[in-house]
DNA sequence: TAAGTTTGCTTAATCGTTTAAGCATACATT
DNA sequence: AATGTATGCTTAAACGATTAAGCAAACTTA
């Protein structure tokens, strides 16, 4: 690259010390009482060698780099995808860069990621803390850094997060799939004893027994795995789960589930709604094609990301209360729900 | 956050320098010939304190900061999220960070994109550009920036690329619909100069005159907008074109045309492949739940992914000479070819 | 023994900003 | 005339690392 225009130069250009430029560009011309044509002049040579700022050296001096981590499972996948997104639009709107890294749910990989961004300086972060991460995340609270969890959280550990209404949302779902005449209503979910999946687990629960059907309960937990896996294992399970065709409902807890379950039930050619009612989770272009289309609970992923950024960057000015914001979840009725 | 460790704090409590302990934490202990017994003292005490350097501190210092600029057209979007996840991948593999950004085919956007991530002195850039971009990619040249174009480049550039065989990827696809008895085959495709649609268009002509078939050549351009545009606007053109019934295959030349396009196919209750043969680009699990499942044209996003990182690091390193490269694309063959 | 070499360390400049502190000069006040 | 106070600027330290240059002391060599 060429050499790049320094304040020096302006300064120079100008007959001025660095700091009256450095006044001049921070808009500190009042305060500091910088002469008007003074400032008339800065401001000129500023704009004609397009001086930028060396955001490196702020940084050093400032102690803050304006940078935000964004640690999730993986960003190729689309609901990591689109809240990256929103996180990225809502972090650029307040002065802020993202720097993404994904876990692949493994909590090595996790570990290394948030060293490297601390490493990196972040000003904080934001993260779907992988399983098993709960050490880790204990020394970042104890090393005071900003951090918010998003879709996920740690119990035992006070933080920010911003988190669906799980429990609600699959309560709701399952009290849909009984009003549409539903008795027997499978849930599957990942093997996990991750909160936001357990409370999923919850809501069914209590929604099943609250409607006197609680001997009726059916979970098939998929392990999580890398995307053909789960794939496979949630083949195998519905295999199991259609041979004994007692079933009448499936409700998918995770996307990446109902993905695979969409493929296992085209294999075995059952009939949407007719012999079995479904309802997925997340929303994806394929539940739009399936026929029927499928039913869904969807996230609001927008407030998700914005309000993330937003809890965050009030935690990197100095807010010390912690923050547990639940999103509200949308039910998208369709021919599938029954 | 709680005050981190500094170098001097290692060397007070070693009762060295700073400039020991620099040298035998970069493995410089041999070279500048430290002594034994200090470089395990240092090592010692860095270990305890859990020493870990400031990278800005020695971004600024070396004016390198490890870190390259991803810019795409939207992070959320499959395509792209797949191939930042092998950029990032490869990237992380060679001790560099990614800062990523959406451009969402906004050349304002692009350009501020640019400059945001040029201010935070990335080292190098990988580039999904724009269309009416090339001023700004002028003035990268120019200043000698470190680039590598992904997917798309200006012709009147020369540049950094990683793009697939555009050409032989259309025009192989058209002659397998021909050999499967199409005649009829419309192209649908993105209304723009980009070269690399360009070159799809020229593969599909060219093969529909190499079989005698130019006569035939039916071009849709799809304006390039929002998704949701996108779709309006396919789902007009295929109203139109399904209304004279000439024809009796399409191939699209865009993932986003793809999924838009199966969404009117499906409106239509067209018989694929009996009454339309149908190619899609870049792959999408709908693709797999499309009844049939659509035959398409597949872009090998982990080798362009770490291809281009790998040139882009070349670059960095001071390597003068541009590296254009083309990648095969792979066709996957299915029920809907015909 | 004098000169040269090796060994092992320190000093201080540097990267490009920000910003506290200080220094003139001009003007106002008594 | 002496003092106080705006006004408008400069100087230099600081951020945390890297690294060229230099300095002693110990050891070789002729």
Known sequence: MTKKVLLKDIAKKAGVSTALVSYVLNGLEKEKRVGRDVVEKINKIAKELNYQPNQIARSLRSGKTKTIGLIIADISNPFSGQIARFIEGEAARL??????????ENSTKFSSLIDSMLYRQVDGLIMAPAEGSSQKIKKLVKEQVPFVFIDRYFPGISANHVVLDNYEATYNAVNYLIAHGRKNICLIIYKTLAVHMQQRILGYKHAMKDNGLEDNIIVKEI???????????????????????KMDALLFAANALSISGLYAIRKHKIKVPDELAVIGFDGHEVFDFFEPPIAYIKQPLEEMGTEAVRILVEQIKGVKKTVHTEVKHQFISRESGG
Do not use: W
Not at 95 to 104: A, K, N
Not at 235 to 243: G, S, V
């Open 95 to 104: 002065g802020y860069t993202v720097i993404i890294g994904s876990t692949d």
């Open 223 to 245: 392990p999580r795995r890398s995307y053909f896996q789960v794939k496979a294992d949630t083949e195998k399970n519905m295999d199991e789960l259609f041979a004994d065709k």
